[in-house]
């Protein structure tokens, strides 16, 4: 195989950023094979303009033969059934984040992916996870690895940024419920940043305290506003705070070890670093107000790409091709998966949550929720909507 043809399966918003990049020959050993989605006008429009194959259902793209991967970009619910049904015909993956809506049902993809790559050990199974590209956040992560802050004694993510009107959750029926989305900001903006603060530091929470705002600002049924805290084995701390709602918003991360603090924020790497250890200092000095010397050092680190998501479809590409390894693994979307699913059920149930969590336990949350809060979203879906995509990628 010399070309990977794509199916994209979901002509959204990302659905229809990934066709265009891939018809115009943005992705080097790449092109489009064919386009799938429900909605019989936007799927002939999309046909005429790419002039490719179109399908209906997802599974008819998947038994056509005109592709050798698929991109999923429906909404959330979709991605483990459509993916699990392309694994079965020996079709690469590349799912939109989140993995899933639930750690239940991301483990069961996962699940699945293992029966199948034994048999087929060169199947592919990436995610969207465009933020791990980022020069900054990789050099954070290389950092970190080589032991340059020690032991790390806390992490704390403020991630306001996330600023949404109430014509975005307008833009589609299915946005800001349950029964369509999953969840609000932690399932639909919050998947990078909860991906990034377990795979910088490479450490995962063992237990997260939490309080949630349903709708709190805006006329929706799912939650718009998180604050969290994070406990993890080694007895560090983390904090996540994270709404759509704030102006002017932060994303400010920002991690301390015994050896200094990190800041990441407004495209900047600024380092502190501690001369000795802060924790020899502690238990050694005789001074009562010791003052640990420190350097400031703003880090260089390589620019990062324009466009991250085409970085990710290129590392995918490659995979395929050469069996280069994945940036972004679509095994590891249960992860940040998983905090953000322990998040929620802190804060909904006020109570603290260990993990990891039990699926079944997240499962019967949803349905609750669906239940209590179901038909509570007013802002109703409109055709008019703006929508500048390149807007609404995260930036460090």
């Avoid at 459509?82 to 239940?104: C, G, Q, R, T, W």
């Avoid at 603090?261 to 600024?270: D, S, T």
């Avoid at 009562?288 to 990062?304: C, D, K, M, R, T």
Wanted: aromatic letters at 8%; charged letters at 20%.
């Amino acid at each position: 195989m010399n070309t990977v043809r794509f199916g994209v399966i979901g002509l959204g918003n990302m659905g229809s950023y990934h066709v265009n990049y891939l018809s115009q020959g943005g992705v080097d050993g790449a092109k489009m094979g064919a386009i799938c989605d429900i909605d019989k006008a936007k799927l002939q429009k999309f046909a005429e303009k790419y002039n490719v194959p179109a399908y209906a259902s997802h599974r008819e793209l998947l038994a056509s033969g005109q592709v050798d991967a698929v991109i999923i970009a429906t909404p959330h619910y979709d991605h483990p059934p459509i993916a699990i049904d392309a694994f079965d015909k020996n079709i690469h993956v590349l799912s939109e984040k989140p993995i899933a809506v639930s750690v239940n049902a991301a483990r069961k993809l996962n699940d699945a992916y293992a029966v199948v790559v034994k048999r087929n050990p060169k199947l592919k199974f990436g995610i969207m996870f465009n933020q791990r590209s980022i020069g900054m956040y990789q050099k954070l992560r290389g950092l970190i690895a080589d032991g340059e802050l020690g032991e790390i004694n806390r992490i704390t993510w403020i991630a306001t940024d996330w600023f949404r009107t109430w014509s975005y959750y307008a833009s589609g029926g299915w946005r800001a419920t349950w029964s369509g989305e999953g969840g609000g900001v932690l399932i639909n903006q919050c998947p990078h940043n909860l991906d990034l603060i377990q795979w910088i530091p490479g450490m995962m929470p063992t237990r997260v305290i939490a309080t949630a705002g349903i709708g709190k600002s805006h006329p929706i049924e799912v939650e718009d506003e998180v604050s969290a805290i994070l406990q993890y084995a080694n007895g560090a701390t983390g904090h996540f705070i994270t709404t759509t709602g704030e102006a002017p918003g932060t994303n400010r991360l920002e991690i301390a070890g015994d050896r200094g603090k990190i800041i990441a924020e407004n495209g900047k790497l600024n380092f502190w670093r501690n001369r000795q250890s802060a924790k020899t200092v502690l238990q050694t000095s005789p001074e009562s107000f010791a003052n640990v010397e420190n350097w400031h050092i703003e880090l260089p680190f390589p620019a990062g790409p324009a466009e991250q998501h085409k970085v990710i479809t290129q590392n995918f590409t490659r995979a395929v091709l050469n069996d280069t390894p994945l940036l972004s693994p679509g095994i590891e979307g249960v992860r940040g998966l998983e905090i953000g699913n322990a998040m929620l059920l802190a804060g909904v149930t006020q109570k603290p949550v260990d993990l990891p969590i039990e699926g079944e336990t997240y499962d019967k949350l949803i349905l609750d929720l669906t239940q209590k809060y179901g038909g509570r979203k007013t802002v109703a879906a409109k055709g008019d909507v703006k929508a500048d995509m390149s807007a609404s990628f995260a930036k460090p």
